[in-house]
C-alpha cells in the first residue's frame, strides 16, 4: 500500500500544516516504510529539501509530465524524517489555469471568475499532483491512499474525478476557507457569506473536495461542527494534532536547559532594563505571547488588555512583584533601535571587563601580589561603567526592541500597550518586550530559537477568538511552561474534555479580561517552586495525551476505514 501526502506546505514552511505534517511523519513512516511519499511546489529558494537523483521508475513520469509544462524534482524532506518528496514547479504548465477553472465551472459550479495568483497557483499545483499520483499508479503496485490537507490541495481530487482515477482518496480539513475569513462568525447562507467575504472560488473547492473524497477528516470537535455546517458533510473521523515527544527532550533535560536558557533571558533584562533603572533580576517570571500578526482574531488586544488590568491591580496593592511579558509577533523591521544596539554593547563590554578584572586579580594571588592597587583599579572600572550605565536614567527603556519599517506609533500592539500604560516606567510591575522578529540561535540580542525561549519562559498566553486547533499553548507545555487558551481552539476544547491540569488554564474570551487577568496575576503571584510545579504538570498532561505515537491512530484509521 502506498501513501501519498499532498500539501502546499510539503517542503514549503508557511504555516502551521507544515507542523502537523513534519512532527507525525516518523508515526506514518512506520507504518508505511519507503511507501510514504510527499508532494509539494518547488520553490527556488527552498531549505528544507535535498534534492536527489530520481529514481529510475519515476523519471518515466518526470518527462511525461515535463511535455505538459511541469518540472518534477526530487529529494529528501529533511524536517519530516528524511520522507521523500515530490517538488512540482508549475509555472509554466499555469497557463492553462483558465482552461481548467472552465472545466472546474462546468462540471462543480466553481464560481472563479476574477481569481488571482493565491488560488490559480495552488490549483494548477494540486491538479498536477494528481496528474503525478495518476502516473506513478501505473508504475507503482498495490492500493494508493491519497492525503489531502486543506482545500489548495483539491485539485488532485477534480483530477481524479475527471479521469477516473481509482486512488482511495482523505481530504483534511485544518479550518475552513470561510471560517479564517470570518473569524469563524458564521451565520446565514454559507455562499452568500463566502461571496461576501470575497472567497467564493476557494470556498466552492473546499466544499466541493469535501464531497468527492472517499473520507472526510478534521482537526477538532468544534471543527467537526463547523464542516457540517458549511461544507455539507460530517467528518468520518476528527484526527486530533499532536507532537513528536521523540524530539522533545525528556523532563530532566528540560529542567537543566530551563536553568541555561533562563541566565541568558536574565542577561537579556539586565542589558534591556538596567541602564534605566534599578531592577531585582532574581526569579522574575516570563509571560508571553506569540503568533502571526492578526491583532485581533489571535487577541493581542485581550492579552495586552489583561496586562494592563494586572499592571495597575499590583501597582494599587503597592506589590514589589514584577514580571516581564513578550509579544513575539512579527512584523516589517529595519533592524534594532540604536538605543538597543548601545545598551547591549555597553553591557557586553561590562562583562568583559569584569572578566579581565577577575582574572588578573586570581592570576595576582597566585603570584603572591599585593592586592590592594589590583583592587583600587577594579573598583574605579566599576564606578566609571557604572556612571555611564547611569546615562539613560530618568528615561524608560523602548515598547520595542527594533525599528519598524512603518511609524511606530501607527502599530497596533504599540498603540494599545500605550492606551493600558504599560510604558516601562520604572513604577510599572508589568515590564512589557514587543519583538517583532522570528527568533532563532543567531538572534543578536536573545541568541535563542523560539524553542529555547519556550523553556525558559514561564507562561504563554494565546487568546484567538477562532483557532481550529492552536499549536501554540500545546508546544508552550510541551517545553515546560504553563499557558492559557481560549475555548474557542480546538486544543482548548479537547483540555476541557480531558479535564485538564492547573498548569492549563481554558478561557472563555467573550466575558472579557478579567479570568485572563486572574489567572496570570494568580500565577506570577507564586513562589517559584509553585510555578515550576504547574509548568511540570503542563508538561506531563501534553506529553501523555497529545503524542503523535498515540494519535497518530486517528490518521491510520481514516486509511483503514478505505478498505
Not at 199 to 208: D, F, G, N, P
Not at 448 to 473: C, D, H
Request: proline fraction near 4%; glycine fraction near 8%; hydrophobic fraction near 40%.
Amino acid at each position: 500500500m502506498t501513501l501519498w501526502e499532498v500539501s502546499f506546505e510539503c517542503g514549503n514552511k508557511v504555516g502551521g500544516i507544515w507542523t502537523v505534517i513534519t512532527s507525525k511523519a516518523p508515526y506514518i513512516k512506520e507504518a508505511f516504510g519507503d511507501d510514504y511519499y510527499a508532494i509539494g511546489p518547488y520553490k527556488k529558494d527552498r531549505k528544507e529539501v535535498l534534492l536527489e537523483k530520481m529514481p529510475r521508475r519515476f523519471q518515466y513520469i518526470a518527462t511525461r509530465l515535463a511535455r505538459e509544462g511541469i518540472a518534477v524534482h526530487y529529494g529528501s524532506w529533511v524536517e519530516a524524517a528524511g520522507v521523500k518528496i515530490f517538488l512540482l514547479d508549475t509555472r509554466k504548465f499555469r497557463e492553462r489555469v483558465d482552461s481548467l477553472k472552465g472545466k472546474l465551472w462546468e462540471k462543480y459550479g466553481i464560481d472563479s471568475l476574477g481569481t488571482g495568483h493565491d488560488f490559480n497557483e495552488p490549483l494548477a499545483w494540486s491538479y498536477a499532483a494528481g496528474m503525478f499520483i495518476s502516473e506513478a499508479m501505473k508504475k507503482l503496485p498495490g492500493r494508493h491512499i491519497v492525503q489531502l490537507q486543506e482545500w489548495l490541495s483539491a485539485g488532485a481530487l477534480f483530477y481524479f474525478d475527471m479521469h477516473g482515477v481509482k486512488a482511495r482518496t482523505v481530504f483534511t480539513t485544518h479550518a475552513t476557507v470561510l471560517g479564517r475569513a470570518t473569524g469563524g462568525k458564521i451565520s446565514g447562507n454559507p455562499e452568500q457569506l463566502a461571496r461576501e467575504k470575497g472567497v467564493i472560488a476557494k470556498h466552492l473547492t473546499e466544499k466541493s473536495a469535501a464531497r468527492l473524497a472517499d473520507a472526510l477528516t478534521t482537526v477538532s470537535d468544534p471543527m467537526a461542527d463547523e464542516c457540517r455546517r458549511v461544507l455539507g458533510r460530517k467528518p468520518d473521523f476528527i484526527t486530533y494534532n499532536g507532537l513528536d515527544f521523540q524530539v522533545i527532550p525528556e523532563l530532566p533535560r528540560l529542567l537543566s536547559d530551563k536553568v541555561i536558557f533562563r541566565k541568558k533571558l536574565t542577561d537579556f533584562v539586565r542589558a534591556y532594563f538596567l541602564p534605566y533603572y534599578r531592577l531585582s533580576v532574581k526569579d522574575f517570571p516570563v509571560v508571553y505571547t506569540a503568533g502571526r500578526y492578526e491583532f485581533f482574531n489571535k487577541g493581542y488586544d485581550l492579552f495586552i488588555d489583561a496586562l494592563g488590568e494586572v499592571n495597575r491591580r499590583l501597582k494599587a496593592a503597592g506589590s514589589d512583584r514584577w514580571f516581564l511579558a513578550f509579544l513575539l509577533v512579527p512584523a516589517g523591521t529595519l533592524g534594532v533601535k540604536d538605543e538597543v544596539i548601545q545598551n547591549f554593547a555597553f553591557y557586553r563590554r561590562l562583562k568583559e571587563i569584569a572578566r579581565e578584572d577577575v582574572d588578573a586579580l586570581v592570576e595576582e594571588v597566585y603570584e603572591g601580589r599585593d592586592l590592594e592597587g589590583r583592587v583600587e583599579e577594579m573598583v574605579m572600572d566599576f564606578e566609571r561603567m557604572r556612571a555611564k550605565m547611569s546615562t539613560r536614567r530618568g528615561s524608560a527603556p523602548p515598547l520595542c526592541a527594533f525599528q519598524l519599517s512603518y511609524p511606530e506609533k501607527e502599530d497596533q500592539i504599540v498603540q494599545r500597550l500605550r492606551e493600558n500604560g504599560l510604558l516601562n516606567r520604572e513604577e510599572d510591575r508589568v515590564k512589557v518586550v514587543y519583538y517583532p522578529v522570528y527568533l532563532n540561535r543567531q538572534d543578536e540580542l536573545m541568541g535563542m530559537s523560539y524553542r529555547n525561549f519556550l523553556t525558559a519562559a514561564s507562561m504563554g498566553v494565546f487568546l484567538s477568538r477562532y483557532e481550529p486547533w492552536g499549536y501554540t499553548p500545546m508546544e508552550a507545555a510541551s517545553y515546560l511552561g504553563t499557558s492559557i487558551t481560549t475555548s474557542h481552539s480546538g486544543f482548548g476544547r479537547a483540555v476541557l474534555g480531558m479535564g485538564g491540569p492547573d498548569g492549563l488554564g481554558v478561557v472563555d474570551v467573550s466575558r472579557g479580561i478579567k479570568e485572563v487577568a486572574d489567572r496570570i496575576e494568580s500565577f506570577i503571584m507564586k513562589p517559584k517552586d509553585e510555578r515550576i510545579s504547574l509548568e511540570i504538570n503542563a508538561h506531563k498532561f501534553v506529553r501523555d495525551g497529545f503524542s503523535w505515537k498515540h494519535l497518530i491512530t486517528n490518521y491510520l484509521n481514516a486509511y483503514r476505514s478505505l478498505d
